[in-house]
């Protein structure tokens, strides 16, 4: 069987070499349960390096955990949360925020999926902070990259950290994919995050390369107070925590998250190029990360929904507007890339051809 | 470094090499994500092979995430879960049933941490039953093998799935350690779970020589119904679930699950053996699974607690009593039960002697 | 003191006179506790009238708590109610619905406060129902009056209610002003709910004339099964519930109930009479039940805000927009309306005379 | 229809008249919402008065509610409540602790409902302070008077307040009936609760003679943050709060709360004398407020378990060790307790008779 390449999730893509290497150097007798061995230790270090020296890292399983866990550790349940509509944890968490953490989460729509101070001042009624019949804000959670492949730069971040601030709410990313996002802005992870003001970030790796892996990290260690127990009670304390924690320090280590991370946005630009040389079709949003999201023709979207094997090649996003959804992983290569822009020019001819 | 060994936990074994081998043939090219993948199609037939045809199984992280995602699924809030006094569920889960399932736990003592229906008609007061100011019984769960290392045969397990259908209560088994109870009766794992009477099962390999990796199994599937959402909304959703897929298809394909079981079980005999040679040791709970829960004097606890390298051995389970837990692993040797026992012997002898 | 008189909310009215008999009669020795009394009894048979044979009703302290309890019960945590934007339900209660029934809150914008099924089938994202990354809509909750002070036909509820069926949902009304609607329409209680298609109804009864107290009514007693227990375990259920069961039976027995809200709707015309005969002012929403929202000129919001004695004459809805809210209550008086209207008057002329 | 009189509750007693002419001379005209009205702020000051000027009240509907609402307002999901076995928060909430404030409830077993310091050194866990796979205890919470009719003096709430703050918990104090502890011990509440050093109290008003009505108390200011949006939430705000506040004011304005409790003590007392003076009764536990608890013949609670006119006279509370439970209310009269005592001499005689 030739394995399926697709750009329909960069959850579709499995894990890289090194990461399986470091599992099985990690894979050696006995070690403390629960964090308490020597790859969890060097975790820590190496968060310490990459996010600053006062933040506490925290491996958990996968990415809604992350989420969960960080606003449940961050919030009552009569606050609330804002984000932008059409966040991953508005729409594609199945109401684990509310259920878990017990919150509301308030939402504002923005261009692109991006939040800014306006749109905030704007979008959350805030007369009713200290209304005792309203949810009261007190987190803002903003997505780096955001779900339509857009990213927030290090002064844009800081701006929604410093309004936030005044709200008197804390900032957190869920940066499932922001290895992108710094790699696309030449960025360190602290320049994102730390040292823009953040408070709390869901820091993703399982997109990025690993089997499974990701990381609440506090930003300030004071804000860590208790997770070890939400974490624990979120259901995201892992036993071996080994496997988790030396997959996220490979990652870091010598810089596979970033060559990862060039990868996947070079192919988007890549794809990109052969999508919009294509008469009739458009950027929906601009490619920032490692996700396109082209407005095409629909008789392209039902030509190439599905590849010769049968296997779907990518997302159709909104099926109304005909947008679809390409997303590039750290494995996409500019041969599957071309394949596609292949497909994609035949179709595009046999349209001209038949119109003609 | 030379891997430190002990008896601390089945969580400090590492992975059986055969699992990483499949994980890294499982590692090719693209697969779809949240279970759309040949190997978690595969591990379904795996999981009726081994529970019945009527059988749906969900992979999930961890032990915490099965039991408390069976339980949210399985009941209502103003409901309450049955469980042995000490059961992990009520005493190791941070509260998680409670917090996530809304549910009460009604805890029953047992004899070495088995419940019989005798214990339950009297432990719990069924005169609440129909009573509003009352959480409801709906739930039963028992855990095989048991925290304290002891068993429930097929018959056990039937007389209390009877029990618990006649009070209109499902069964769950906490199989966190079931593969040490099947292998010990020379069962199958239908045996002790469908073919008992037995609605839901927590089937666990972390312990069992999976990097991580548990599966809800809904022994009838019309139970399983929502399950899906369930199992998303408490974070137990793997992106990447052929990763765990294929590590519980491996584990059952080939009697890996009971090989690793049976040699684990066997080196708690091998062990228990050792410890009661000496004199003043008794053990506080029959070795039937994979632990052993000695009753030793002080002075041998103290000498023996950490080994030359200053790594604990084992974990004191109740200090009052002096009841030590020594936990074997899929990965426990000979040599590792026979190093601890030349220490073992070497402090009795010297105790022995200081009194002389 | 002179009491104080405002428009501020329904809420700030007291209770009936007949209430207060009522309850002085049943405050007569000892009855059973939590619903075990004649007069909880009587209640269920004046609902069989008023809603239909097939009803259960369940007393209740406030409407916060009939609606949470009404989701709880008819609803698991991964699912979603649906609601229009500014419901009561989604804006005014502190996330309770989040909290206590785990659920997420799907609104849709509706032309004043109102939903109708075309606006549900484009408002939702359909597409999503069976994926199992979001919430799964299975409730639809509809205010009768809404909160804008407009209505449901019997006609528009059943279509309502159709299109819920149609789509696996319920249809629940929040009811806090249902007399109002009811009285406006000349139409019966049931034939705004059981008749119509609806499946449960929060009742309420303390904006119309009760000191406190609401009720949870089932519409198909089915639908009812273990809400006794939710109703306790969502801190609702009365002790000494005769006395809130008194209250509901006297408000429904003679006709109190509709001569309360047709008090009440008939000042909130007189009201909205005088209001559109002064220059500048329009009404933000139809008048239809007890509420009357304005667009008002805001020198006239500054000058009529407060009146005589400090006290605040009217809440301020939509300060960009300038709409402010009147409430009108069963206790509202023509002299009310007529000394605000003698106010309004004033201000007016001093305007023009001021402009002029 | 000749209201029946019993000793099945303390709740079946209706509402003291001082309270139905206090609510009626509050039912003038309009009053904020919410607690914006005179009534809740004589209410605030008059429960400095008694219980200190450092404390905040917060009236509410019920109970259930007040615990839960003060419960969750002082816990984290990841925390434990410890309560003695058979607390009413334990046994009959319906699990409403668990599933709204998310926290695991330890009991600790203690001689007639009362915990102290030695109970719960030896009886909660003390260790598993600080793992994370353990609910951490944060609360204690007592009843006074307790379940079974005992009560706590200040010297042994202190030495509980002490004991708790050392381990840096915080001191509830469910007074559903602490006027009868009060009452008994000639203390002020203050001398039970803020001068004892607890930090809240669920005072309550209902069994004491209200319709309805009970007060989260925080007796130091600074506990009471966010409280507001905590009782929205958990859905135990009145809309018409004068109507609970004048209740609770007129309680404790003139010594009507002492009078009421002296009352149902002495009716106890009166009881307990009749009871014990049958040959075969015992009391099962002190009799120090206002429950007696006999431990009776299986043949004389047969006889006297309903009266002539089949009403219910007394509530069975052990049945396999044949204790019933009496309650005495503020109504109950001198006469009341007499025509039991006089079908209990009936009875005693017959069955000596029988036996002779």
Chains 1, 2, 3, 4 share one sequence.
Not at 263 to 281: P, S
Request: negative net charge.
């Amino acid at each position: 069987m030739t394995p399926s390449r697709s750009f329909l999730s960069d959850n579709a893509s499995g894990a890289h070499p090194a990461i399986l290497e470091a599992i099985a150097q990690a894979n050696t007798g006995h070690a403390g349960a629960y964090g308490a061995d020597p790859w969890t230790a060097a975790l820590a270090d190496r968060i310490h390096e990459h996010f600053g020296p006062r933040t506490r890292a925290f491996p958990v399983f996968n990415g809604t955990g992350a989420n969960v866990a960080a606003i449940a550790s961050a919030t009552h349940p009569h606050q609330a949360v804002i984000c932008a509509a059409g966040a991953h944890l508005d729409v594609d968490e199945c109401g684990a925020p509310e259920h878990i953490a017990g919150v509301k989460l308030l939402t504002v729509a923005g261009d692109h999926g991006k939040l800014t101070p306006a749109l905030l001042e704007e979008g959350v009624d805030w007369t009713r902070v200290g209304d005792e019949h309203a949810s009261q804000p007190a987190l803002l959670s903003i997505s780096n990259a955001t779900e339509v492949g857009t990213i927030y730069t290090a002064a844009e971040t800081a701006a929604l950290a410093d309004f936030a601030h005044s709200r008197n709410l804390l900032l957190h990313i869920d940066g499932a994919r922001l290895a992108n996002a710094a790699a696309r802005l030449e960025t360190s992870l602290a320049g994102l995050t730390s040292d823009a003001g953040a408070d709390i970030v869901s820091f993703g790796g399982t997109k990025n390369g690993l089997l499974m892996g990701e990381a609440v990290i506090f930003l300030r260690e004071e804000l860590a107070a208790g997770f070890d127990f939400v974490r624990k009670q979120t259901t995201q304390l892992a036993s071996k925590m080994r496997f988790i924690s030396v997959q996220l320090d490979t990652l870091l280590a010598d810089g596979l998250w970033l060559d990862n991370a060039h990868q996947a946005n070079a192919m988007a630009d890549r794809l990109a190029g052969a999508l919009t040389a294509v008469e009739g079709i458009e950027l929906a949003h601009p490619v920032e990360a490692n996700g396109v999201f082209p407005r095409m023709p629909g008789h392209l979207i039902s030509e190439l929904e599905f590849d010769a094997e049968g296997n779907r090649a990518f997302h159709i996003w909104d099926p109304r507007d005909r947008v679809a959804r390409f997303m590039c992983s750290w494995d996409t290569t500019p041969e599957d890339v071309d394949a596609f822009a292949a497909r994609l020019d035949e179709g595009a001819r046999r349209a001209f051809s038949s119109r003609a």
